[in-house]
């Protein structure tokens, strides 16, 4: 007859199984470090303003579309729905805040849903303020 594990034995296992378990795809995953961003030197993982791309999406789909020019009095952001209080923000407000030292930056990837293996580079990364 076999010899029954203890339950310090059987609990040191499964901790060691549930780790092989999880761990072992991660091996296959390309680093996720990043070097330092220092001053004046390229960073290849960002791209470049000028080659980021530009989709609109019904310039194709809909006959004699063209971006429309918003001037910036007129823009405002609606924040509202499931919200305590909702309200509008206009463009110089916004700016207000940026100026005042109260904007976020984050590196972020975007890509277009259209982005395929047929149609390729609607994707770029970052620095957003």
């Known amino acids: 007859m076999p010899?029954?594990?203890s339950r310090r034995q059987f609990v040191r296992q499964a901790v060691?199984?549930?780790g092989v378990?999880?761990?072992t795809p991660m091996a296959a995953c390309d680093s996720t470090l990043v070097t330092p961003l220092v001053e004046g030197e390229a960073v290849p993982f960002l791209t470049p303003a000028d080659?980021?791309?530009v989709r609109n999406g019904a310039e194709i789909s809909i006959a004699n579309w063209m971006q429309?020019?918003?001037a910036q009095a007129e823009w405002a952001l609606s924040i509202e729905g499931l919200v305590a209080t909702p309200t509008t923000v206009g463009f110089a407000e916004l700016m207000a805040e940026t100026e005042a030292g109260n904007a976020v930056t984050i590196l972020k990837?975007?890509?277009c849903v259209v982005d395929s293996n047929e149609v390729q580079g609607l994707i770029g990364t970052g620095v957003w303020t």
């Open 109 to 111: 990837t975007m890509r």
């Open 51 to 53: 080659n980021f791309y």
């Open 16 to 18: 060691g199984a549930l």
């Open 3 to 5: 010899a029954l594990l």
């Open 21 to 23: 378990v999880v761990l």
């Open 68 to 70: 429309p020019q918003i």
